[in-house]
């Protein structure tokens, strides 16, 4: 018993220490990672200047905490070239709700510490935001997977609502704090065709935004994909006879997720990339094709009208 116990405190203590270390090390400030070389892949002010007829659609997330929308879409317009901030306007469908909603606010481009490149996006919840103070790094690679120690649920139409409620508050004078008056997102990747971005406080997972021009050729080569696959002759026979509820469910989810699949596949291929190795495959996909095109937020029709 006694060794059973020593064992048990031993990797009690070995746990602790790799989780000091953790917390302390970033791996993101190692100064190898200031490449010159990968600043066009992950510039936050490419990101973000964007012109009205350029927007971007949220396609899939690897962490969801905002289940309940689809339909996500920005735009974006200059509001400070010197100071890199740039006016954010994100619609989106509340499918709770059954209707559109539109939020308004302002984003700039931040260095990390240590770190030569503009690589954070910052968005204000209350205004303008800050560059103070200065983000840390996301400390999110994946040999540390140090997704706990700064989460939240709360959607960020939450965050901004709350926010706006809180302006003219005594804390207006306090150093801005992340969640109230601001949400970094680290720019895991980018090119004029995507937008791959992660916040260590929204779950610590990575949305996948699509340049919404390329979409309707996206949804074309799924389509093609999908048609493409022979179905079971079990699933066929099951589909034309079903006798339950539950049967048909089953057909439909099957369907959806290969298309979800198929959505996956069609994207650009360093996107899916940069996605798959900072934060494993997706588990959300945040465009309903159904409800994008039946609920007046038939995101093509934007593309063809801008």
């Not at 649920?153 to 901004?160: E, I």
Request: hydrophobic content about 30%.
């Amino acid at each position: 018993m006694g060794f059973l116990y020593a064992a048990l405190f031993a990797c009690i203590a070995s746990t602790w220490a790799w989780q000091a270390q953790m917390t302390i090390r970033n791996p993101e400030n190692n100064p190898l990672l200031n490449d010159p070389n990968l600043g066009p892949l992950q510039s936050a002010w490419k990101a973000i200047n964007k012109s009205k007829n350029d927007p971007f659609v949220l396609m899939f997330r690897s962490k969801n905490h905002e289940p309940n929308i689809t339909c996500v879409v920005v735009t974006a317009s200059l509001h400070n070239e010197t100071l890199k901030i740039v006016n954010f306007t994100r619609t989106y469908y509340n499918k709770t709700e059954g209707k559109n909603h539109t939020l308004e606010y302002q984003v700039r481009a931040l260095n990390q510490t240590d770190y030569k490149l503009e690589n954070v996006i910052r968005a204000g919840l209350n205004g303008t935001p800050s560059d103070k103070p200065t983000p840390l790094g996301s400390n999110m690679y994946i040999e540390y997977g140090d997704y706990s120690c700064n989460t939240s649920s709360k959607p960020l139409s939450d965050m901004l609502k709350a926010a706006r409620d809180d302006v003219g508050s005594n804390a207006a004078s306090a150093e801005p704090v992340e969640g109230v008056n601001y949400l970094d997102f680290y720019v895991v990747h980018n090119q004029p065709h995507c937008n791959i971005l992660r916040s260590p406080l929204l779950k610590g997972g990575c949305d996948f935004w699509l340049r919404i021009s390329d979409l309707p050729e996206v949804l074309e080569r799924a389509q093609n994909i999908t048609r493409s696959i022979p179905p079971k002759v079990e699933d066929k026979q099951t589909e034309e006879n079903a006798e339950t509820t539950t049967q048909s469910e089953d057909i439909k989810k099957e369907k959806t997720h290969n298309f979800e699949e198929a959505i996956f596949r069609s994207l650009p291929t360093t996107c899916r990339y940069a996605f798959i190795s900072a934060c494993g495959y997706p588990n959300d996909m945040m465009y309903d094709k159904s409800i994008c095109k039946n609920a007046q937020t038939d995101l093509t029709s934007q593309v063809s009208g801008s």
